[in-house]
């Protein structure tokens, strides 16, 4: 975030999921995620009406996260500013994640300090790590975007 594509497209999503909000009736937070394709025409993947996980981002790099608004617009309250405090990209960490990120939160990162990225870890708290098995998430926080996937492509913890 922000995403890297055309205002166009931007602006075409909004539009979307507007319209798909407002046709649903839908009260509090929907999640509409969606595809663009190589010529820039969206498909509509999912829709979710919660909180969802291509949302997480807002926890650290947003004014106000999806969670509290959506319990804003639940509970009929004003709406927070949903800005963008700092750039963020979110990655998924897996069960085969686990153990090298366990390693990597006790030991300093250069390239974290290097790249100016401040990686911010959410687990689940689920029992057991398998393989391919969503932990958590991270989402990194950079001056930009192009830091954080350099950071994410560059760790090996990324790479088991």
């Not at 205002?7 to 539009?15: L, T």
């Not at 949903?82 to 990162?109: F, K, Y």
Request: aromatic share 4%; glycine share 6%; net charge negative.
């Amino acid at each position: 975030m922000p995403a890297r594509v055309p205002d166009a497209v931007i602006a075409e999503a909004e539009r979307l999921a507007v319209s798909i909000a407002e046709t649903l009736g839908a009260v509090g937070l929907i999640a509409v995620e969606m595809f663009v394709a190589k010529d820039g025409t969206l498909f509509v993947n999912e829709l979710a009406p919660r909180p969802h996980n291509s949302g997480h981002y807002t926890m650290e790099a947003c004014r106000t996260s999806q969670f509290e608004q959506h319990i804003r617009a639940i509970c009929d309250l004003p709406l927070g500013d949903t800005s963008l405090l700092s750039p963020v990209v979110m990655g998924n960490i897996l069960g085969e994640h686990v153990e090298p990120l366990l390693d990597w939160m006790q030991a300093r990162d250069p390239e974290a300090e290097r790249l100016g990225v401040a990686p911010k870890i959410h687990l689940y708290g689920k029992a057991e790590a398998k393989t391919g098995r969503k932990m958590g998430h991270v989402n990194v926080l950079a001056a930009d975007a192009e830091a954080a996937l350099a950071w994410i492509n560059e760790s090996t913890i990324w790479r088991v």
